[in-house]
């Protein structure tokens, strides 16, 4: 299966620490290797970054390690494919237009009995079930509301459903935001953390790699990271239960009734 990696907070920040132990996952300390993606949110903007190498030896990847681009919003994927060939078109975050936004999507896992109709609005580029899953998604929303964004309860509610239609056809954890809202779903795996003050040092898993985030942030600042699997081996991560779906919003889990 694929990883996801997303962070969520209430100013902009940089998310080279968590995204260079991710990487890492991209062929050397795991098994994804076949392309991997990240979007950044800036405003009603999104930088998007797209390789189908692996993100190990991907000199897009050495730039976004190296460019510390702040975001309160972002989303990235390394892809182990199980459906659809190793290209371009294929890796993930997939990015459409709704509502005057961009929404940007990424899926881990698989739904093999997933066959939707595509003569509708949004339509798949590449070939895999997750990209379909993410028009999918769409159309069902513009038919809903399509006028306009709806309220965030009333849009994860109407989302939550759509999900679980989908959730039940296979293995459905995902990343969905627009820039503004923020949205993690559990099928099987998916972590977070909030860090927050008082800040400590986190140490990476997958690279021996420490940071003092005391000596980096502001007492205020507030950072949600989800991970399919916790990247830290020092710090306390919460997992989401199966067919859960979680809004986050300035670094926190939202309860939304």
């Not at 995204?19 to 930088?47: L, N, P, S, V």
């Not at 997933?114 to 028009?135: K, L």
């Not at 627009?178 to 779903?185: I, L, M, N, T, V």
Request: aromatic share 12%.
């Amino acid at each position: 299966m694929c990883q996801l990696l997303g962070m969520n907070c209430n100013i902009p920040t940089d998310i080279c620490f968590s995204f260079e132990g991710f990487c890492t996952r991209g062929g050397q300390t795991d098994e994804h290797k076949d392309g991997w993606g990240i979007a950044f949110f800036e405003g009603k903007g999104c930088r998007l970054f797209l390789d189908a190498k692996p993100s190990t030896n991907s000199p897009i990847a050495d730039l976004v390690k190296r460019y510390p681009i702040h975001s309160t919003h972002v989303i990235a994927h390394i892809r182990k494919a199980t459906k659809g060939e190793i290209r371009l078109d294929n890796c993930h975050p997939f990015r459409r237009e709704l509502w005057g936004r961009y929404w940007v999507f990424a899926h881990n896992g698989d739904l093999p009995d997933f066959e939707p109709n595509n003569s509708q609005f949004y339509q798949p580029v590449g070939t895999t079930d997750s990209e379909q899953a993410f028009c999918f998604i769409l159309n069902k929303l513009r038919q809903e509301f399509p006028q306009e964004k709806p309220p965030l309860a009333i849009l994860y509610h109407a989302l939550n459903e759509i999900t679980l239609s989908l959730a039940n056809l296979g293995i459905f954890n995902y990343l969905l935001s627009d820039g503004e809202s923020f949205f993690a779903h559990c099928s099987t795996k998916l972590h977070y953390i909030i860090r927050q003050a008082p800040f400590g040092a986190a140490h990476l898993i997958d690279q021996d790699v420490t940071v003092d985030f005391q000596a980096l942030t502001r007492e205020s600042d507030r950072v949600a990271v989800i991970a399919t699997t916790p990247l830290t081996d020092n710090e306390v991560w919460t997992p989401l239960q199966p067919n859960q779906l979680i809004a986050f919003q300035d670094g926190l889990p939202l309860k939304i009734s």
